[in-house]
């Protein structure tokens, strides 16, 4: 792959007087820069054919002996990088053209990144969100580190090797899952996005880069085992609580998140008079509305005079995410129910069982689940044997009557 220098008259932007800005246009790759070489010319004066500028003064003597100069620095640029052997584009030659310092290294612009993420915490950015920048970038700097002998690499270096690189280190090193997988590759082409941006790449080498995740298996609870979890007689009062707080997201679909910072602020009276959640969600901070079922109505009263909630104007005196978690294990222990719990299988378990299986529409309950996109809520919707059964069995009255 070489390199090839043109110069052209940029005749859309002539001068009063007839003469417009002679322009370098470099080429490789089928990328391309252009720079001014800061000279004007008569349309008559410049030779396409033969890229000089025609006549015998000593200003057009100065001009072609510049265009030379140029051709031959461009070509003594592309020869030194050739010469290195590392990944190199057009962008590298123009930075050394033009002398702009080669210091856009990946890592520079990923932690510029960060402190943007950690500026804005709070209103554009979760603390996740920041904890998924920091474990990504020092994963990366590991692979940079133990596998490519750098501290950091150009942006301009990145190509289709370097990343599938990168994805066979974190399945072989941390042996990662191809979801998980997923979401590093994810943040990482956001920040060559960035790159992009910034003019420091033409292109996203993630182009290249077939990014893709499976759906996964995703636990749910059917209407018996969350009727049975939610009826089981507990004499543990931390036990009480923890069941509680989880059949609430079973009849809400709220997250872990949303439902630690539910207030009294969130629950409004809706069109039909009744209440209704009216929260934005702290991951996506989309708007979703959700009308109150008696169950959850019934803990949220159940709750109402507790000393967390009366000092901190909270709905329900949540837990932390871990607590939560560890003591739903021993609670399906108790409930002798045969899946792994957590808070967000809480949530696939109102997108299923809860409201699908019974005939709520996908739409519906994408609303209510706060999706901004009706595909994110056909991962959760998991149909039932159940309501599948119901189905074939309408069908089968059908083709008999006909």
């Given at each position: 792959?070489?390199?090839?220098?043109?110069?052209?008259l940029?005749?859309?932007?002539?001068?009063p007087?007839g003469?417009s800005?002679?322009?370098?246009r470099?080429t490789?790759?089928?990328?391309?820069?252009e720079?001014?070489?800061?000279?004007f010319?008569?349309?008559?004066?410049?030779i396409?054919?033969a890229?000089?500028?025609d006549?015998?003064s000593?200003e057009?003597?100065?001009?072609?002996n510049?265009?030379?100069?140029?051709?031959?620095k461009?070509?003594d640029?592309?020869?030194?990088?050739?010469?290195?052997?590392?990944?190199?584009d057009?962008l590298s030659?123009?930075?050394k053209?033009?002398?702009?310092?080669?210091?856009?290294?990946?890592?520079?612009?990923?932690?510029?990144?960060?402190?943007?993420?950690e500026?804005?915490?709070?209103?554009?950015y979760?603390?996740?969100?920041?904890?998924?920048?920091?474990?990504?970038?020092k994963?990366?700097?590991?692979f940079l580190?133990?596998?490519?002998?750098?501290?950091?690499?150009?942006?301009?270096?990145?190509?289709f090797?370097l990343?599938?690189?990168?994805?066979?280190?974190?399945?072989s090193t941390?042996?990662?899952?191809?979801n998980?997988?997923?979401?590093y590759?994810?943040i990482?082409k956001k920040v060559?996005?960035?790159?992009v941006?910034?003019?420091y790449?033409?292109?996203?080498?993630y182009?290249s880069?077939?990014?893709?995740?499976?759906d996964g298996h995703?636990?749910?609870l059917?209407?018996?085992?969350?009727?049975?979890?939610?009826?089981?007689?507990?004499?543990?009062?931390r036990?009480?609580?923890?069941?509680?707080?989880?059949?609430f997201?079973?009849?809400?679909?709220?997250?872990?998140m949303?439902i630690?910072?539910?207030?009294?602020?969130?629950?409004?009276?809706?069109?039909?008079?009744?209440?209704?959640?009216?929260?934005?969600?702290?991951?996506?901070?989309?708007?979703c509305r959700?009308?109150?079922l008696?169950?959850?109505?019934?803990?949220?009263?159940k709750y109402?005079d507790?000393?967390?909630?009366?000092?901190?104007?909270?709905?329900?005196?949540?837990?932390s995410?871990?607590?939560?978690?560890?003591y739903?294990?021993?609670?399906?222990d108790?409930c002798?129910?045969?899946?792994?719990?957590?808070?967000?299988?809480?949530?696939?378990t109102?997108?299923?069982?809860?409201?699908?299986?019974?005939?709520?529409?996908?739409?519906?309950?994408?609303k209510m689940l706060?999706?901004?996109s009706?595909k994110?809520?056909?991962?959760?919707?998991?149909?039932?044997?159940?309501?599948?059964?119901?189905?074939?069995?309408?069908?089968?009255i059908?083709?008999?009557n006909n």
């Amino acid at each position: 792959m070489r390199v090839s220098v043109l110069f052209q008259l940029r005749r859309s932007k002539s001068r009063p007087d007839g003469k417009s800005p002679l322009y370098l246009r470099c080429t490789m790759g089928g990328q391309r820069f252009e720079a001014s070489t800061g000279f004007f010319l008569d349309r008559s004066s410049w030779i396409e054919s033969a890229q000089l500028a025609d006549g015998k003064s000593e200003e057009i003597k100065v001009i072609n002996n510049r265009l030379a100069k140029i051709r031959s620095k461009i070509l003594d640029i592309y020869n030194q990088l050739d010469s290195i052997g590392e990944p190199f584009d057009i962008l590298s030659i123009r930075d050394k053209f033009l002398g702009i310092s080669n210091g856009q290294g990946f890592l520079e612009i990923f932690d510029s990144i960060i402190k943007d993420v950690e500026a804005t915490l709070g209103n554009d950015y979760s603390p996740l969100t920041l904890k998924q920048y920091r474990t990504v970038r020092k994963r990366f700097d590991e692979f940079l580190h133990k596998k490519e002998k750098r501290k950091d690499i150009p942006v301009a270096g990145f190509d289709f090797k370097l990343i599938k690189s990168f994805d066979v280190y974190l399945k072989s090193t941390y042996h990662v899952a191809s979801n998980t997988a997923f979401c590093y590759h994810k943040i990482i082409k956001k920040v060559l996005n960035q790159a992009v941006a910034m003019n420091y790449l033409l292109r996203n080498p993630y182009s290249s880069f077939k990014l893709s995740r499976s759906d996964g298996h995703r636990d749910f609870l059917t209407l018996q085992e969350v009727q049975k979890i939610h009826s089981k007689e507990l004499a543990i009062p931390r036990m009480q609580l923890v069941r509680d707080i989880f059949v609430f997201a079973c009849y809400t679909g709220l997250s872990y998140m949303d439902i630690s910072k539910l207030s009294s602020k969130n629950i409004q009276k809706g069109s039909d008079g009744n209440d209704w959640i009216i929260l934005d969600r702290t991951k996506t901070e989309s708007r979703c509305r959700i009308p109150i079922l008696p169950v959850a109505q019934e803990i949220m009263l159940k709750y109402k005079d507790h000393p967390v909630v009366c000092s901190s104007n909270k709905i329900l005196p949540v837990l932390s995410n871990q607590k939560m978690n560890s003591y739903l294990k021993e609670l399906v222990d108790i409930c002798g129910i045969t899946k792994n719990l957590s808070m967000h299988v809480a949530r696939h378990t109102f997108a299923t069982s809860i409201t699908l299986s019974n005939g709520v529409p996908i739409e519906t309950v994408s609303k209510m689940l706060g999706h901004t996109s009706l595909k994110t809520t056909q991962i959760y919707a998991r149909i039932v044997d159940s309501k599948i059964a119901s189905d074939m069995a309408a069908l089968k009255i059908k083709l008999s009557n006909n």
